[in-house]
């Protein structure tokens, strides 16, 4: 070939998948990253405010490339005008200008973003979030209203499907009986060694199960106290009806007295009053013996509440939620409580002592996820003291 | 691309490179290869096709994918510097579009083969990356991927940190050897030497002063790694070898890049304006050639900002000024000559420094910004202080220079690390995220030294916190 000849082709590239291999290792990198920040993410407000409807950015400090490299906020850059530019002309505010451009072959691609940030989807979260949890102590009652049905392949049989032919086993039949023919091989496969795989439906009964989700609306719930209990309530929400087919939930809302609410109010609705607890439960109790009978119904009442209650009614609360213990799964207790006052309430629940209630203390974001994990496990999770 | 404009853009490429050999282009033999968007953008995160596998490039990839898909921007071609040139053309391009983009790349190809910044620059790296990358595939298969990627993880925060100066390749390595020159303990070159010295005065014996690693402070960080670090393993050694190799590879390519893509865009306009165009082809050529040329608000556009510095040569050697005919003895009609010369020699900071003049920077309106309180505002326009601003911002190719001053410090054996520092400060969080790396590869406690809010600051790790304190 002489110097300055050439060759044009084409291959096949479809094989060359490095790229998406290190995407995917990339990919990885970034779900492990969610896993770590989840407890910061769930009470990302842009989900909760936006009924989870949105993709968020995380900040993802762990897929940095650092490296040594210049503050790029207290260095001059350069840029090109139209020809009228001139000292003095604002470029951009606040957001640093869009680094590069889309002029043509290697746009630029400035260094200066402060830490990388991946677009998460609800559905991510979610997907991360929800692995481990389930609804504790779950038991089989009567007339069962979840029901999964499904199929299970499980027997083999000579008439059957023709899509549902069992080839190795046809096979197989084919062998020895040529074999015992004395021509062994696979030859003449005769109507007599077809087999078909059959199945059967499987009916998995799951129980029905409600969730009673109460809420202190009272004045004392201050804007960092119902934004917890909205952000636990939105997940649990989200988290139950992602993973039970039926699961059904009260909203119940109180302040000096209760009531049911539909899902829109309580999660937007403001109240205002003083707070009597034992008013949720009441209603609570009611609404099991009425509507949700216990051998027909797997019950979970949850309670978020910031601990400030009328302390003549401490004791009332104290025996509804026993006679509620009775009848129900689990109880949890959610108090949010971000300057460790001394709750009365928790003290008065911390005489119940039974295994079926759980209780966490919400002091900051972060344990809004420690929250989830305590109520939506089957083992009660030791509370992280710090 | 079909079959059939495979064949045209054959024939435009035979003609093309006739036309460029007329005008004195002078390249490699062409390999052209057609392929798909991601293959493409595969090639262009990894700077190279066979280059190894992390999961930055996997990121780089995305991105770059991405903006593709959204049609943000786009990669037209990607050429390597070898021998014989690869190009990679996108498969989407119409005919037209491939036929600008190999000229385009002849001019790449000249460019690689003729300027000498790019002499020693290896002509078989996909070869030699090729091996690399299946040596680093051993590497996992023998250590395990986590632990290769947790050391190409280290090693890649360091990896700018190398001395790709000429100087540098032909100063003899062996420190030892010239230390003990230099302290005239060599050994006589016949036994009768040491009888000249017999006339000396009796000196008394001076105590040997401890000997220093680095002997001078040390440019090349990761060649240090490699030499001195007690804790890395042969393959990590190996590892940081072929990294090291990699960025002195690429290295002129980050030096030289509004000259190139200058200098490539110059060519396809020349090319293609002898070339036969149906009227529809010369609308799309011209948005195409505008597309590439597109000046931006907030960063220099190498191929715009090339080209008009290119075509200024061209003119002012063209027709050189009286006071120069008279002064210089320059003659009419050397421009292009001149423009050959300055291919040859030069790389962006010299080309800026020499070329920039008072009225391109002017005519291009280019400017300084920076950020001043919540805005980003425009600094400065004088032309002297732009094209001075632009020269520095090339020193050592955009990143910071660190010195390694210590391979003993406190005789302890930490690593003391000094930032030169020229008026522009380094990203605070970056340092102390960068140095654990850097600990990661030395295995002792480690420093570096800068400057914040103008006093010199030391900021440390020592394998579990960082640490800084003014000096």
Known sequence: ?386 | MNRQEIEQLEKSIEQMMELARGFGLDFYEMRFEICPADILYTFGAYGMPTRFSHWSFGKAFRRMKMQYDFGLSRIYELVINSDPCYAFLLDGNSLIQNKLVCAHVLAHCDFFKNNVHFAHTSRFMVETMAASAERIRGYELAYGKAAVEQFLDAALAVQEHIDPSETSRRRPRDWEAREERRRGTERPATPYDDLWELDAPVREEARPEPRRVPPRPEKDLVLFLMEHSRVLEDWQRDILSVLRDEMLYFWPQIETKIMNEGWATYWHLRIMREMDLEPDEVIEFSRMHAGVVLPSKTSLNPYYVGLAIWEDIEKRWNDPPEEARRRFGLRPGQGRAKMFEVRETETDSSFLRNYLTKELVEELNLYLYQKVGQEWKIVETDWERVRDALCAERVNGGFPVILVQDGDYLRNGELYLKHEYEGVELDVKYVEKTLPYVHQLWGRPVHLETVLDGRPILFSYDGKKGSRKFL
Not at chain 1, 101 to 118: F, I, T
Not at chain 1, 156 to 168: F, W
Not at chain 1, 320 to 341: M, P, S
């Open chain 1, 1 to 386: 070939m002489t110097p300055g000849s050439f060759t044009i082709s084409k291959e096949d590239w479809s094989l060359h998948r490095k790229g998406f291999q290190d995407q995917q290792r990339h990919q990885e990198k970034v779900r492990e990253a969610i896993r770590q920040n989840l407890a910061d993410l769930i009470t990302e407000e842009s989900i909760i405010m936006t009924d989870g409807k949105q993709i968020v950015k995380v900040p993802i400090r762990s897929l940095d490339e650092y490296r040594f490299r210049f503050n790029y906020e207290k260095r001059p850059h350069a840029g090109t005008g139209d020809g009228k530019a001139k000292v003095g002309d604002v470029l951009g505010r606040e957001a640093r200008p869009a680094p590069g451009d889309g002029a043509g072959p290697g746009a630029g691609d400035q260094p200066g973003v402060d830490y990388y940030e991946a677009d998460v989807s609800v559905e991510e979260i979610e997907d991360v979030l929800f692995r481990d949890l389930e609804l504790p102590n779950l038991l089989p009652k009567e007339q069962e209203q979840m029901e999964m049905t499904d199929i299970r392949f499980n027997d083999v049989r000579k008439k059957g499907l023709s899509a549902n032919i069992d080839k190795k086993r046809t096979i197989l039949e084919t062998l020895k009986r040529n074999a015992m023919r004395g021509q062994p091989g696979i030859h003449r496969i005769s109507p007599d060694d077809l087999r078909y795989k059959t199945w059967e439906d499987v009916e998995q009964p799951t129980s029905n199960a409600v969730v009673l989700a109460m809420m202190d609306t009272s004045g004392s719930m201050g804007v960092f106290e119902k934004y917890m209990a909205r952000t636990f309530f939105f997940w649990t929400v989200r988290f139950l009806r992602t993973k039970y087919q039926k699961v059904e939930i009260v909203f119940i809302a109180h302040h000096t007295e209760a009531k049911v609410v539909s899902e829109a109010e309580f999660f937007t609705k403001g109240e205002s009053g003083g707070t009597i607890c034992s008013s949720a439960y009441q209603l609570a109790l009611e609404l099991v013996d009425s509507e949700y009978p216990v051998r027909r119904w797997n019950v979970y009442p949850i309670h978020f509440s910031d601990g400030d209650n009328l302390s003549s009614d401490n004791d009332r609360c104290v025996q509804l939620v026993r006679r509620l213990i009775d009848r129900c799964n689990i109880f949890g207790y959610g108090e949010v409580n971000q300057y460790q006052r001394p709750s009365t309430l928790m003290s008065a629940f911390r005489a119940i002592g039974d295994p079926k209630f759980r209780s966490i203390l919400i002091r900051d974001k972060a344990d809004v996820y420690q929250a989830l994990k305590t109520f939506f496990s089957p083992v009660p999770v030791e509370k992280d003291a710090s």
